[in-house]
């Protein structure tokens, strides 16, 4: 066999070996093609029947959180009606002022009834079933109807007469829940939103609009608060939400304190360690810890204040910039300029759990910022007060997802 015709018989050979191999995965291909399209076929007949058995709680979407630093803040709607609320934990009512207040400072839109709202009856067991409910005249042209009167944790007075009427939250629409329309307001206290209360069930308590949202759409009473580090987040309402948290889900019990209507829960001890400094609060000196969504700081009682303040005191070592103005960090009227390196080398906070977990507070989160004559100070962001237990404020929430479950009573954390 001359050259030519070997090369021309190994240039052969070798396209006959391509287009086996080419037709060989060609084959390859349209199978796991095949395979890929009945597995989506499987994921998308999974889909639909996970739908069809979770109906409105698969396809509700999670409540917008707007990212505001002095309280909790998200939009509901009533009667058609667009409002930003403040999300408080520690109520259980829907307060909001009416066209016709007296003294009141909320910003409009003001609450307007619809025409299927229907008033609460001073002789019905719905005003008399709960504590602080009144029974007068909004006016002297109106007949006497059930209210309710108290003084707000700003320390606005208000009276309110109550009705039923018809709000919507996120996907959830035209829901019948109490309403508490505002047509007094006294004290030097400024309510500029309207409250949207997410508080516990208790025995002296109406159930909250939220409570009423899911009880009526029958789905269990939990809900979820997810913040990032600028106040931006969601709220899962009726669910747990995969996509609101990473990572496992640790809980802890619910404690109920009969006095305060407030989720709590009691850790087992706190502590730190700085430069040879030690924090730590065994359980036996530890009282319930409240969450109040209202409250932009967090608190501490005054004993256990005062040992936080020595131990970052007397831990602050390395840095003559930072320690010589470390005083000021707790003067919320001074505080203290501080770049990313010089917060980073403050420590955690760790709070312990029986149930064998904690959780981390980093000093990006218990320090908060705020901006004077154009220059950003930091301020610590754990306050003191003369109540014995302890409040976390929104402030201590961040960079997590905190679960609220009223029905089993336990509190679950997770990272955001």
């Not at 949207?196 to 789905?219: A, E």
């Not at 109540?387 to 201590?396: A, D, E, K, V, Y």
């Amino acid at each position: 066999m001359t050259i030519y015709k070997q090369v021309v018989f190994i240039f052969i050979l070798c396209l006959i070996i391509n287009l086996d191999y080419s037709l060989a995965k060609k084959e390859k291909d349209k199978s796991h093609s095949e395979k890929q399209v009945k597995q989506d076929d499987n994921d998308a007949l999974s889909e639909y029947t996970d739908f069809n058995l979770n109906s409105i709680v698969s396809s509700q979407k999670s409540l917008v959180l707007t990212g505001r630093s002095d309280y909790l803040a998200g939009s509901i709607s009533i009667n058609g009606v667009p409002y930003t609320v403040v999300i408080d934990t520690t109520t259980n009512y829907l307060i909001i002022a009416k066209k016709k207040c007296e003294g009141c400072t909320q910003f409009p839109p003001y609450y307007k009834e619809s025409p299927v709202a229907d008033q609460i009856q001073c002789d019905s067991p719905s005003c008399h079933s709960f504590g602080g409910n009144i029974c007068e005249k909004p006016s002297k042209l109106d007949p006497p109807t059930c209210g309710y009167a108290t003084t707000l944790p700003n320390g606005a007075s208000i009276r309110t007469n109550l009705v039923r009427d018809l709000i919507s939250v996120d996907d959830f629409k035209n829901i019948p829940v109490l309403i508490a329309g505002i047509y007094e307001q006294e004290g030097s206290a400024s309510l500029q939103q309207a409250v949207f209360g997410i508080g516990p069930s208790c025995p002296l308590c109406p159930p909250s609009p939220l409570q009423t949202i899911l009880t009526t759409l029958k789905k269990p009473y939990i809900f979820g608060i997810s913040l990032d580090k600028n106040f931006f987040g969601g709220m899962s309402l009726g669910k747990i939400d995969p996509l609101l948290y990473s990572g496992s889900i640790n809980y802890t019990a619910m404690v109920r304190d009969p006095k305060l209507n407030y989720y709590s829960f009691l850790p087992s001890y706190i502590g730190s360690y700085w430069n040879g400094e030690i924090f730590h609060i065994l359980k036996g000196n530890l009282t319930l810890f409240h969450f109040k969504t209202a409250s932009p700081l967090s608190y501490f009682p005054s004993p256990i204040y005062n040992q936080l303040k020595n131990f970052f005191k007397n831990g602050c070592k390395n840095d003559f910039t930072i320690c010589s103005k470390i005083e000021n960090l707790f003067n919320s009227t001074q505080c203290v300029i501080l770049n990313q390196q010089q917060i980073d080398q403050f420590p955690n906070i760790e709070i312990y759990f029986d149930e064998g977990f904690s959780l981390s507070l980093s000093p990006r989160i218990y320090l908060y910022s705020l901006t004077r004559d154009n220059q950003v100070y930091h301020c610590f962001g754990i306050l003191e007060t003369t109540s014995p237990t302890f409040t976390i404020g929104i402030n201590l929430m961040r960079e997590l997802y905190i679960i609220f479950d009223n029905d089993l009573s336990k509190i679950g954390f997770s990272k955001k």
